[in-house]
């Protein structure tokens, strides 16, 4: 079973334990035209390693393999986002089973769910919780 964290919790984590990473599992298109999480002020960035592939949205079949040639290990506290959590709880579940013990889920993700009128980054999630993110 994967902990979901809440994103402030995660900002915490972030800026106060050397071992702890965010991994942005989203696709180019998002992180391109969405944005990304601003970990400058925690001295870090935040890798990022496709969950899916775009357009196809297959599962990246090389997703651990990755995240091992990024210098993730089993010692990193590692902390997956996506657009509303559904698929960083995969990857984290995913991540888990490859050997990372230390692997949470961002509750509500980058953006969170949509509101009445269909927005996202309002309700909950990353933005919502106005943790530091820029525009790529």
Not at 35 to 51: E, T
Not at 56 to 69: A, D, G, L, P
Not at 96 to 104: E, I, M
């Amino acid at each position: 079973m994967v902990e979901n964290v809440p994103p402030r919790q995660v900002w915490e984590a972030l800026t106060s334990d050397p071992q702890a990473q965010l991994v942005d599992v989203r696709t180019d298109a998002e992180w391109n035209y969405v944005g990304l999480p601003d970990l400058s002020g925690a001295g870090k960035r935040p890798v990022l390693i496709p969950w899916q592939i775009y357009p196809t949205m297959q599962v990246n079949r090389s997703f651990i393999e990755q995240m091992q040639q990024a210098g993730l290990s089993p010692e990193h506290r590692i902390y997956f986002l996506c657009r509303s959590g559904v698929r960083s709880a995969a990857a984290a579940a995913m991540a888990k089973s490859a050997g990372f013990p230390d692997a949470y889920n961002i509750a509500d993700g980058f953006e969170g769910p949509a509101d009445r009128e269909g927005h996202r980054g309002k309700l909950a999630g990353w933005k919502a919780e106005r943790l530091p993110w820029r525009q790529a």
